[in-house]
């Protein structure tokens, strides 16, 4: 019954779930962590300078193993 009264602890919920759907849809962790920081409290600038930088960042693909 305690669980739907902490609202801190149902945003951090609703927080991981979205953090798990834009991880599955293919997005870095890192740029995953670093838009959670930045919803968390839009006001600090340098965060959404990092999430942005992050985001435009080309990725590094694993490089792929050839047997034959």
């Known amino acids: 019954m305690m669980r739907s009264l902490n609202r801190r602890r149902n945003w951090y ?7 798990a759907r834009l ?12 838009y959670a920081l930045y919803l968390a409290n839009p006001t600090r600038e340098n ?3 990092r999430f942005v930088e992050a ?3 080309p990725v590094e693909k694993p490089m792929q193993l ?3």
């Not at 919920?13 to 953090?19: D, G, L, M, S, V």
């Open 47 to 49: 965060r959404f300078k």
């Open 66 to 68: 050839e047997l034959f």
């Open 23 to 34: 991880a599955g849809l293919g997005y870095a962790l890192e740029v995953v962590r670093l």
């Open 55 to 57: 985001f435009h960042k």
């Open 13 to 19: 919920r609703k927080a991981a779930k979205e953090k």
